[in-house]
């Protein structure tokens, strides 16, 4: 990648009616293209929501219900925001956001809610965009922060040497997170490496195992070690990870590739426990039939110097049974070759069980 500090790229933030990016609405969003030794663009919005705004929303952005009904109709505002980044993204301008899930899905719903054109389609053909989130490189590059709520945008910030006069209003928040980003290419050279697909890689891949790791410290809580937030885990699980450039290469497969080997890993699977489930009817037959030859030395055993066997076969079997000394042993070879196939069949069974499982 081209020194991030110089790229010309774009920042995005929103701040909106609530926490909750799949039902709440945008209130005010702002754009800061910046970079390539061009002034700084700064594009903001306000826009009425159409529902009343909480008063825990006001009391974090400054906007009322007063000042949102003054705002931009939300299909207005929101096609000329999505217009934008789209056309930023064609560039190849890395778009940068902190905590982008967030911001990203909020305004795929609101698009969505509008009728309007959601971003897949103004970015046809498109597999992995140049998107950036210092909250997730954060996680990734320093995971050992202590302290609640210190990955916050403003902590964080200040972690990284980024002073603001004014906090919790769009523009304010996507200027931050533009230079905390800058701040964490120069801090940190190995950034610098990753190609814009690779580096969408490897965030995701990072997102996920972030997001998996909360997961198992939420499910952990009350436990003999618990209250431990998920970055102060033990460092020899960390290190087991695969590192940055490793991960990479292991993302760089098609969605096309990837459904043929998720296809070929469940026949493989199906076909293992067919295997199982044949190799469990052998057993039972096995079994069954050492059964039956135990109970004719038995029997055997009881007559001995009958003769030779009249039949083995008919309702009259044990009756008519007569076997003569070699013909007992005979039978006894049997069992025991029958008994040896029966443990080696279900050693196998048990087996295909422990590798498939």
Not at 97 to 115: P, V
Not at 211 to 239: N, S
Not at 308 to 333: C, I, K, N, Y
Request: hydrophobic fraction near 40%.
């Amino acid at each position: 990648m081209t020194d991030f500090v110089s790229l010309r790229k774009v920042s995005f933030d929103t701040e909106t009616t609530g926490p909750n990016p799949n039902e709440d609405r945008i209130v005010t969003a702002a754009l800061i293209a910046r970079g390539a030794g061009r002034p700084d663009k700064v594009m903001t919005w306000l826009i009425n929501p159409g529902i009343p705004i909480p008063k825990e929303a006001s009391d974090v952005h400054g906007i009322t219900d007063e000042q949102a009904a003054e705002g931009a109709l939300p299909k207005d505002a929101l096609d000329d925001i999505a217009d934008r980044l789209a056309a930023a993204l064609r560039h190849g301008m890395p778009v940068v956001a902190f905590n982008l899930s967030f911001d990203w899905t909020i305004l795929a719903r609101d698009l969505e809610r509008n009728g309007l054109l959601p971003m897949a389609d103004r970015l046809p053909g498109a597999t992995s965009l140049p998107l950036i989130d210092p909250h997730v490189i954060d996680r990734q590059v320093d995971k050992y922060v202590k302290g609640t709520g210190m990955r916050k945008l403003k902590p964080t910030a200040e972690r990284y040497g980024v002073e603001l006069a004014d906090w919790h209003t769009a523009e304010a928040d996507a200027l931050a997170a533009l230079l905390i980003a800058e701040a964490q290419f120069a801090r940190y050279p190995q950034l610098q490496t990753y190609g814009p697909q690779q580096l969408f890689a490897a965030q995701r891949a990072w997102r996920a195992e972030q997001q998996a790791g909360l997961q198992q410290w939420f499910r952990t809580a009350g436990h003999p070690g618990a209250g431990r937030r998920p970055e102060q885990g033990h460092r020899r699980l960390v290190a087991a990870h695969p590192a940055p450039a490793e991960r990479s290469l292991v993302m760089r497969i098609s969605r096309r590739q990837y459904i043929e080997l998720y296809a070929r890993a469940l026949a493989e699977r199906n076909q293992a426990r067919q295997e199982r489930a044949d190799a469990r009817s052998v057993c039972r037959d096995q079994a069954d039939q050492m059964e039956s030859l135990r109970d004719q030395l038995t029997v055997a055993k009881r007559r001995p110097g009958a003769g030779a066997l009249a039949a083995v076969e008919g309702p009259s079997l044990f009756q008519r049974l007569s076997l003569s000394e070699r013909a007992r042993r005979s039978l006894a070879e049997q069992l025991a070759a029958v008994q040896a196939s029966n443990e080696a069949m279900c050693r196998e069974a048990r087996s295909s069980v422990e590798v498939t499982a």
